[in-house]
């Protein structure tokens, strides 16, 4: 039993390029987030969704899209890479409570 | 909105201390969920509350629900090195049953 997995671990992203972070669940879990954690800070959530084909902005979702098109899936999609989104972002999925994934290092220069 | 503050912020303790710290909201919560992250790690839930007044043991670790609602404590027993990461508070959002806010983080380090 996998949890919650992400790819890549690790990327750095020029100004200006796109990437798609993936995540996937083997938990039939409905409810599933993304999250940014900026060093030295808590969570902040930027979208989440609560089953496939249903999704909705969290506190900092500028910059970001997202798409469920199955209940494994929640792929976040970053359009325009900007250095403020250098941070480390973290999927997760629940049932009633979260269970989260290792997480993604982003850097944008 | 909605906010959660936990306190300390970072405390250093000795091995074999006592550790206490909390969380509190100017919100009512109906849940409290206490994670522990570890450097380069995602966050693991420790232990989840559902009532007030609830005090959940899991080791070492015990965690309070406020009987106000609006806090919550976590304190760790007898320190051992590997306790050392962030400890995150978090709680469902008023707007959203399934949708969660954590608090700042209390960061522990543990000296041998």
């Known amino acids: 039993n996998a949890g919650v997995t992400q790819t890549p671990k690790f990327r750095i992203l020029k100004i200006g390029q796109s990437m798609t972070l993936q995540c996937t669940q083997d938990?039939?879990?409905?409810?599933m987030y993304w999250y940014r954690q900026d060093p030295g800070m808590g969570l902040k959530l930027i979208y989440y969704s609560v089953g496939a084909g249903i999704t909705d902005k969290g506190e900092v979702p500028n910059g970001y899209n997202v798409s469920r098109s199955t209940t494994e899936d929640f792929p976040l999609r970053l359009e325009l890479a900007a250095p403020s989104q250098t941070s480390v972002y973290f999927c997760?999925?629940?049932?009633?409570?979260?269970?989260f994934g290792p997480g993604t290092r982003l850097t944008v220069l | 909105g909605q906010q959660l503050n936990q306190s300390p912020q970072s405390m250093f303790i000795q091995e074999g201390e006592d550790v206490s710290m909390n969380c509190t909201s100017s919100?009512?919560?109906?849940?409290w969920l206490w994670y522990k992250q570890d450097p380069g790690e995602g966050p693991v839930l420790l232990i989840a509350l559902y009532k007030a007044g609830e005090l959940t043991s899991n080791g070492r670790l015990t965690a309070q629900f406020g009987i106000t609602r609006k806090d919550s404590f976590l304190n760790i027993s007898a320190s051992i090195p590997s306790d050392v990461g962030i400890y995150f508070c978090?709680?469902?959002?008023?707007?959203?049953?399934?949708?969660?806010?954590f608090g700042t983080g209390t960061r522990l380090k543990v000296l041998a």
């Open positions: 978090a709680g469902p959002t008023t707007s959203g049953t399934y949708k969660y806010i």
């Open positions: 919100s009512i919560f109906n849940t």
């Open positions: 938990m039939n879990h409905n409810y």
């Open positions: 997760a999925s629940s049932s009633v409570t979260q269970y």
